[in-house]
T-cell receptor, first 114, second 115 residues
């Protein structure tokens, strides 16, 4: 099992360009998430998908869109990149552990917007 | 609102010594889980340990133990016999049973192990 995979690993964009970050999981998890990680801020939730066909906003959704393409894939799109979106982006999926859910993370995408 | 607080931005520990990383949480829900993740300089998030809110005993996983004090709403991570490879960022996180499986993360603690 590959777990959670993300592409690309690194990306440099110019302000105003668009791009899509891809995420896939092979663990048959229902829920998937996109986070961004900035220095000193921990991980902040951008969007999540509790199940195939549903998506919801997280803490910092502005400037992003998502698509839950199927149960395996959850993509994050930046329509018009801004320098403030320079960050490391993590995709995650979740599985039951005890009374709640554990999250499994992808390796991350390091995005720089010039 | 749910919240996780890690008050130690950076910690140092001598190799082979034990270290405690602090985490406090705030929730009014009775059913929740507490997690610790390690993030080495390579960037990946590595699961370390889990504690459920109804678990009577503190969780342990090898050299990691979670000191769960429910009344104080604290979930401190204890690493025994520190190793150089333990140098990393450590994140405390909380999952609430009835909030769509969302995770709430603290801002992290950077641990440096000194030889």
């Amino acid at each position: 099992n590959a777990g959670v995979t993300q592409t690309p690993k690194f990306q440099v964009l110019k302000t105003g360009q668009s791009m899509t970050l891809q995420c896939a999981q092979d663990m048959n998890h229902n829920s998937m998430y996109w986070y961004r990680q900035d220095p000193g801020m921990g991980l902040r939730l951008i969007y999540y998908s509790a199940s195939e066909g549903t998506t919801d906003k997280g803490e910092v959704p502005n400037g992003y869109n998502v698509s839950r393409l199927n149960k395996r894939e959850f993509s994050l799109r930046l329509e018009s990149a801004a320098p403030s979106q320079t960050s490391v982006y993590f995709c995650a999926s979740s599985e039951a552990r005890g009374i709640t859910y554990e999250q499994f993370f992808g390796p991350g995408t390091r995005l720089t917007v010039l | 609102a749910q919240k996780i607080t890690q008050t130690q931005p950076g910690m140092f520990v001598q190799e082979k010594e034990a270290v405690t990383l602090d985490c406090t949480y705030d929730t009014s829900d009775p059913s929740y889980g507490l997690f610790w993740y390690k993030q080495p300089s390579s960037g990946e998030m590595i699961f370390l340990i889990y504690q459920g809110s109804y678990d009577q005993q503190n969780a342990t996983e090898g050299r990691y133990s979670l000191n769960f004090q429910k009344a104080r709403k604290s979930a401190n991570l204890v690493i025994s016999a520190s190793q150089l490879g333990d140098s990393a960022m450590y994140f405390c996180a909380m999952s609430i049973q009835f909030t769509g499986n969302q995770f709430y993360f603290g801002t992290g603690t950077s641990l440096t192990v000194i030889p």
